[in-house]
């Protein structure tokens, strides 16, 4: 039997969205256990100041600026991860926005803006790393769904299609990809991240800022993600649901 205390040391991890919230929590769990870590986001100060935290600490990070929504700079990505460690066992597609509103608002480019990050980004995602996984006959991709992507919420439809829509990737990706890799579904509830901060409708903010006051930190969500990595690869962890103990939907 593998030892899962053991078996994340040394894997080369992708985490998108990796600047703040979900991923940099991410990061620091991996950096703990001794994975190679690939960090992108568009904010390079922050992906800067992680990597002097974490290479400080012994982790091997390197990082490149990169917006999900541009296909040539995921693809970018997955060769600067594959150059330098030569190969990619694990890919977390974190990246997301949340910029809720009721349809009537008719508030169409953030519609677009939320398929291009949560849909097309997790696209090009897996796009961008499928080929190296299918070389090396192993690979894990994470995907980061939501609540949402189970629970339709009023005043969040569009948001709760592309959280749907990322759960449908990992289920087809976990049928097509045989014994050789893994798809994990990860469906946060409400967590203290710089998510709520996208929402320009006033009444949808006021809605999310009380569902907020419940938030569990990021911590508890890079723990699940933890979790799902360091099993044996015979097994595979396709779907994690958590909230905060006191979110109601």
């Given at each position: 039997?593998?030892?899962?205390?053991?078996?994340?040391?040394?894997?080369?991890?992708?985490?998108?969205?990796?600047?703040?919230?979900?991923?940099?929590?991410?990061?620091?769990?991996?950096?703990?256990?001794?994975?190679?870590l690939?960090?992108?986001?568009?904010?390079?100060?922050?992906?800067?100041?992680?990597?002097?935290?974490?290479?400080?600490?012994g982790?091997?990070?390197?990082?490149?600026?990169?917006?999900?929504t541009?296909?040539?700079q995921?693809?970018?990505?997955?060769?600067?991860?594959?150059?330098?460690?030569?190969?990619i066992?694990?890919?977390?597609?974190?990246?997301?926005?949340?910029?809720?509103?009721p349809l009537d608002?008719?508030?169409?480019?953030?519609?677009?803006?939320?398929?291009?990050?949560?849909?097309?980004?997790?696209?090009?995602?897996?796009?961008?790393?499928?080929?190296?996984?299918?070389?090396?006959?192993s690979?894990?991709?994470?995907?980061?769904?939501?609540?949402?992507?189970?629970?339709?919420?009023?005043?969040?439809?569009?948001?709760?299609?592309?959280k749907?829509?990322?759960?449908?990737?990992?289920?087809?990706?976990?049928?097509?990809?045989?014994?050789?890799?893994r798809?994990t579904?990860?469906?946060?509830?409400?967590v203290?991240?710089?998510?709520?901060?996208?929402?320009?409708?006033?009444?949808?903010a006021?809605?999310?800022?009380?569902m907020?006051?419940?938030?569990?930190?990021?911590?508890a969500?890079?723990?699940?993600?933890?979790?799902?990595?360091?099993?044996?690869?015979?097994?595979?962890?396709?779907?994690?649901?958590?909230?905060?103990?006191?979110?109601?939907?």
């Amino acid at each position: 039997m593998s030892n899962t205390q053991d078996s994340i040391k040394g894997k080369v991890v992708i985490i998108t969205g990796a600047s703040s919230g979900l991923g940099e929590a991410t990061a620091r769990r991996l950096a703990e256990r001794g994975a190679k870590l690939v960090l992108a986001a568009r904010r390079e100060e922050r992906l800067q100041s992680l990597k002097e935290e974490l290479a400080a600490k012994g982790a091997e990070v390197i990082y490149q600026v990169t917006d999900v929504t541009d296909r040539e700079q995921v693809e970018s990505l997955a060769k600067a991860a594959k150059d330098k460690f030569g190969r990619i066992d694990v890919l977390v597609n974190n990246a997301g926005l949340m910029p809720l509103a009721p349809l009537d608002k008719l508030k169409v480019d953030e519609w677009e803006q939320m398929i291009d990050v949560n849909i097309k980004g997790v696209m090009y995602g897996i796009a961008a790393v499928l080929p190296t996984m299918r070389e090396q006959h192993s690979g894990h991709v994470i995907n980061l769904s939501s609540v949402a992507g189970h629970k339709v919420f009023q005043g969040a439809a569009v948001y709760c299609a592309t959280k749907y829509a990322v759960r449908a990737l990992s289920e087809g990706l976990r049928m097509e990809a045989g014994d050789e890799i893994r798809s994990t579904n990860i469906s946060p509830g409400a967590v203290a991240t710089e998510l709520t901060s996208t929402i320009t409708d006033p009444k949808a903010a006021k809605a999310a800022d009380e569902m907020y006051k419940v938030a569990i930190e990021p911590d508890a969500v890079a723990r699940a993600i933890v979790f799902a990595i360091e099993q044996p690869h015979d097994v595979d962890i396709n779907e994690i649901i958590l909230r905060p103990t006191a979110q109601e939907l």
